[in-house]
């Protein structure tokens, strides 16, 4: 069970090369003290295996028997379905009356809401006496072999003919006798639906919670799901099958209300803290007077219920003081792995970072991995454990490593979690963020700093070799600007290695040569593909600079109004908007942002054409200047711009904020200049689409 | 001489044929109580848009097909003309939905042969259409309507605000979608049922638009489940007044009081909804005046556009959130 924490938006359909930020990660639920696979259908997987052991352990047979629905009663006889294939072929006589009966069933359960043939009048009404022979024909069954599924079959039809009270009396009177099996389950679970459905709700929900039916527990507890819910349960009957789901269920909402109750947002409602203060309070009180009471065979799940939610409370010494004890306690050997998994998440929260402390975490990791179950590609096999791992790890020890002051732990458990993840891992993310300086600490502290076990063992999962070293420095060089520092990185990045990289499809494709506000060069992401690249176009792209700004310093006049002109070009064309953003960047998207420590590209560049527009007197060279500053300004037009309504006159105006978007004002020098007599304007002036709409604005 | 001639076919399409008061009815089930039959005799309702069933994208099979078809309890009252209607999710244009187009067609026509429902002539298609999938979308209506035509009938489609700047649907008209029209995430500001700022940016189109068009505004409130500032989920008609679950704060606003489970309105999955103690439930309720105004706004920008109004959706608990003046007003101005 998850819900999601973190919804910021995410440019998914554009992300380029890397997929990096806006992190949708869910806050895991930690308290789990039944299996989550118990949430799924109870019957089916063991259902299918009788198949699978019947067609002689294929596997296939799975997928079989769950499209036996597709089956047409009159072509049974041919049917390739694997099951009536090698029913056929061993002659088995049984078995094959019992799959003709069951495919009968299949197809006139009513289940065809979902199909485009859409039954006609005679269809329904052959249905209903189909369904009436089926069950006639499964009651009629004498032999020992297929006897549960028979019985199965008769309430089955009894159920979707909604004759209720026939499968209460069907069970009661006989099927309940029959031999305990996935159909007599089943069965059961059908009988607990009838008399669901006919008024007798608390019968129902005990038959579902002790057949394990947590799906259906859920839909029958949905009015008992809180604390006075826990409370009537337990006063009827301490043991009750539902107060496993009741009490993991009540943990698991606190939890979630408390992780969306960092948002200040909520804590305006001061009802709403008070509530949910007070239900903590409660339910720890009444945790404690079960476990006096000694009525309960699990107080390891009550135990470590209050410990977590003292943790939530913020009482940590209690906290730590019952999740500790739990572990002690009666009860499933998951009651008591829950609570450990819960203490090593709440342990953090009091920490201090010592190697006693280091040495305790290395070896709760380590058991985290076992219980999940991780193959070598970090799969685990009990996806509940690799919650507790990602949320120990991401929400409480990477922050305590910063609270710590300790940030290359931080980056360095980032790696281990993700495995040292190249790509869209938070890890990379971290260490695309870094600054030059940081990064190349954090690569110290990897090579030479780690101070204890646990630190050393976290590290060996965060390689970072030299070629990446020098081409992640380089590229932080560039986006830094620091163009002259960052060639002697680029320098010794061979190739074959950024050819291997998400960027080479751009990089092998766009120039940033070319004059971006008068040819965009667009590529459609949905072709990205790795292309191998002749040139490092990062290495050129810093020494192009370097040459230029030796140029400009030792130029004056046109010559030199013309180079702060290209210059303009370059460092746009860098940017996180520009066509090239891949110099500087390993990933873009259309709600890309400036980064931390980047350059202002985009600023510098208009800051360029604003002077070199400013003193020349080249005509030729000033409508570019005004045009490619007008050009930058767009990017916030459809910003800045309001319309307006008059709801009386029926009629709109346009304002625009030119207090938050005073580059705004470009386009009105662009719109001076196009309406000017005698200026020569250029086609790319006269008909740009956004100094039209921008005049129609000021009309 | 010069002849200049000016050619100006534009009025010829502002309404649609055959205009008459009418519903959406948009439940699983038909079924009508007397305060909805009252409802249909009093504003002399003559069309009922009915929806049959929705079209998914199957995820198993990553097929196409219907979900949540209509069970016919009812019959429908003698007079109204019905006028099946297919929600189709976005998602499946883009999962080759020229392929469906004859499924669809012979799967309508099975549904009122097998339900009696007569005198239908006309099919429509809802389905939020993008930029992305408007070739394909379009593509898929024109095979509908050659199909329909084969049969007399035609076709029509529901159009969404943000739909008028893009080219017209190739149907015979366009019903104008005046409800839903906000930011549910948002809702605390505007009402994400209708408000007038979020039609604003849109009326500049209406006049020019190619299509015959109609008008649908809506008469249904809805209890918005947010955490904190967050929407979260559509409750469906729960009971607020429960002071044990929910504890009223005003304007319209409830604080969970204990945790509940409640079922998904927005999921067509036999889901759930947590409310958690703390949470908070905001009912929102379309205003008259606003309405009003609306409708006022669009048939000055286009008028005929409000020959024919639709009401969604036929529900007994809608109905009474306006008064039989309100009513009046919009069918009869």
């Not at chain 1, 476990?291 to 219920?305: F, G, H």
């Not at chain 1, 999940?372 to 120990?392: I, L, M, Q, S």
């Not at chain 2, 049959?52 to 995820?59: C, E, M, Q, T």
Request: charged share 25%; hydrophobic share 35%; glycine share 4%.
């Amino acid at each position: 069970m998850k819900k999601y924490l973190i919804l910021s938006l995410l440019a998914a359909a554009a992300l380029q090369a890397w997929a990096c930020g806006g992190w949708v990660r869910p806050n895991y639920y930690m308290f789990s003290v039944f299996n989550r696979d118990m949430m799924k259908d109870p019957f089916a997987q063991e259902t299918k295996q009788y198949w699978v052991d019947y067609t002689g352990g294929d596997e296939s047979a799975e997928y079989s028997c769950d499209i036996l629905d597709m089956v047409k009663p009159e072509e049974f006889d041919k049917s390739d379905n694997l099951i009536i294939r090698t029913a056929r072929k061993r002659g088995d006589t049984e078995t094959l009356n019992y799959l003709r009966l069951l495919v009968k069933y299949l197809n006139n359960d009513g289940s065809d809401d979902s199909e485009w043939n859409y039954p006609t009048k005679e269809q329904l009404a052959q249905r209903k006496s189909t369904l009436q022979q089926v069950l006639k024909q499964a009651q009629a069954y004498k032999g020992t072999k297929y006897k549960n599924q028979y019985a199965l079959l008769v309430m089955r039809c009894n159920m979707t003919a909604g004759n209720h009270q026939a499968n209460i009396n069907y069970w009661e009177k006989s099927a309940h006798r029959l031999k305990d099996n996935v159909y007599k389950r089943w069965m059961k679970g059908i009988y607990a639906g009838a008399l669901y459905n006919t008024g007798k709700k608390d019968k129902a929900c005990e038959i579902y919670a002790e057949l394990g039916d947590m799906t259906s527990i859920k839909y029958c507890m949905r009015k008992k799901r809180n604390l006075k819910g826990i409370k009537e349960e337990y006063a009827a009957n301490p043991n009750s099958h539902t107060l496993i789901f009741l009490v993991q269920d009540f943990v698991n909402n606190t939890q979630e209300t408390l992780d969306n109750g960092s948002d200040p947002e909520i804590m305006r409602y001061v009802e709403a803290t008070g509530i949910y203060e007070n239900e903590m309070n409660d339910f720890i009180d009444f945790a404690g007077k079960v476990l006096a009471e000694k009525k309960t065979k699990s107080p390891a799940m009550w135990e470590a219920a209050r410990g977590f939610i003292n943790y939530m409370a913020g009482n940590q010494d209690d906290a730590i003081k019952q999740l500790t004890n739990a572990q002690k306690l009666d009860g499933t050997q998951r009651m008591r792995d829950n609570a450990r998994a819960c203490l090593m998440l709440a342990s953090i929260k009091s920490a201090q970072p010592t190697n006693e402390y280091f040495d305790y975490m290395l070896g709760e990791y380590k058991w985290l991995e076992q219980k999940a179950g991780y193959d070598k590609d970090h799969y685990a096999t009990d996806p509940h454990y690799n919650d507790v791992f990602e949320r120990v790890t991401y929400d409480a020890l990477v922050p305590q490593y910063y609270h710590w002051g300790m940030p290359n732990q931080a980056t360095a458990l980032l790696g281990m979690a993700s495995r040292n993840n190249e790509y869209s891992s938070e890890y990379s993310c971290q260490l695309d963020s870094l600054s030059s300086s940081d990064f190349e600490g954090f690569k110290h502290y990897l090579d030479n700093g780690t101070s204890n076990a646990f630190e050393r063992w976290v590290a060996s999962y965060c390689e970072i070799d030299n070629t990446k070293f020098n081409d992640m420095m380089g590229t932080k060089l560039v986006r830094e600007g620091e163009f002259q520092a960052a060639i002697n990185y680029l320098e010794q990045v061979p190739l074959s290695y950024i050819s291997e990289q998400g960027i080479s499809y751009y990089m092998a494709r766009k120039d940033y040569n070319k004059v971006i506000w008068m040819k965009r060069q667009f590529l459609s992401f949905l072709n990205e593909e790795l292309t191998p690249v002749t040139t490092n176009a990062k290495l050129q792209y810093c020494r192009d600079m370097v040459a230029l700004d030796n140029q400009i310093a030792n130029s004056n006049g046109e010559v030199r109004n013309e180079l702060l002109y290209k210059k303009a070009n370059m460092l746009f064309q860098a940017s996180h908007k520009g066509d090239c953003w891949y110099l500087a960047h390993y990933q873009n998207g259309v709600y890309a942002e400036k980064l931390r420590s980047e350059y202002d590209f985009i600023g510098t560049a208009r800051r360029l054409l604003v002077a070199a527009g400013h003193d020349t007197e080249n005509i030729d060279l000033k409508q570019r200047c005004i045009f490619a500053q007008s050009f930058i300004a767009a990017e916030s037009f459809g910003y800045c711009v309001t319309s307006v309504y008059d709801w009386d006159s029926k009629k709109y105006t346009y304002t625009f904020d030119n207090e938050r978007y005073p580059h705004i004002r470009s386009l009105e020098l662009l719109l001076d200049f196009v309406n000017k007599d005698g200026n020569p304007n250029a086609d790319y002036m006269t008909k740009c689409d956004v100094i039209k709409v921008f005049q129609q604005y000021n009309n | 001489m010069l002849i200049v001639v000016v050619v100006c076919g534009c009025k010829e399409r502002k309404a649609i044929d055959n205009p008459k008061p009418a519903v959406y009815y948009w439940r699983t089930t038909f079924g009508l109580n007397d305060v909805e039959r009252q409802f249909l005799h009093d504003y002399k309702v003559g069309k009922m848009y009915v929806r049959y069933f929705d079209v998914v994208v199957d995820s198993k099979s990553h097929e196409l097909r219907p979900n949540a078809t209509i069970t016919f309890n009812d019959s429908v009252p003698a007079g109204i003309e019905v006028i099946p209607t297919i929600f189709i999710v976005n998602e499946c244009v883009n999962h080759n939905i020229d392929t469906i187009a004859q499924l669809l067609v012979d799967r309508v026509l099975q549904m009122n042969e097998t339900h009696d429902i007569a005198g239908v002539k006309e099919l429509q298609i809802d389905c939020d259409w993008t930029a992305k999938t408007q070739d394909a979308y379009f593509a898929f209506l024109e095979h509908v309507r050659q199909l329909l035509a084969e049969k007399g009938m035609r076709l029509s489609a529901t159009i969404r605000l943000h739909q008028l700047s893009m080219k017209a649907p190739p149907v015979d008209y366009g019903v104008l979608m005046m409800y839903n029209t906000g930011d549910l995430k948002n809702s605390k500001q505007r009402n994400p049922i209708l408000d007038k700022r979020d039609v604003e940016p849109y009326l500049k189109y209406l006049a020019d638009y190619s299509l015959p068009l109609c008008a649908a505004y809506p008469n249904f409130g809805w209890q918005l489940l947010f955490t904190g500032d967050k929407f979260r989920d559509i409750l469906y008609s729960e009971d607020l007044s429960d002071t044990t679950l929910y504890q009223p704060v005003g304007n319209g606003k409830y604080v969970v009081v204990s945790s509940i489970d409640l079922p998904n309105y927005l999921s067509s999955n036999s889901t759930y909804t947590y409310l958690n103690a703390g949470d908070t439930v905001m009912v929102v309720k379309p205003d008259a005046s606003t309405l009003v105004q609306v409708h006022d706004a669009l048939s000055h920008e286009r008028p005929g556009i409000n020959d024919q109004v639709i009401i969604y959706h036929l529900n007994n608990s809608s109905i009474n959130n306006y008064k039989p003046g309100d009513y009046e007003k919009i069918f009869n101005p």
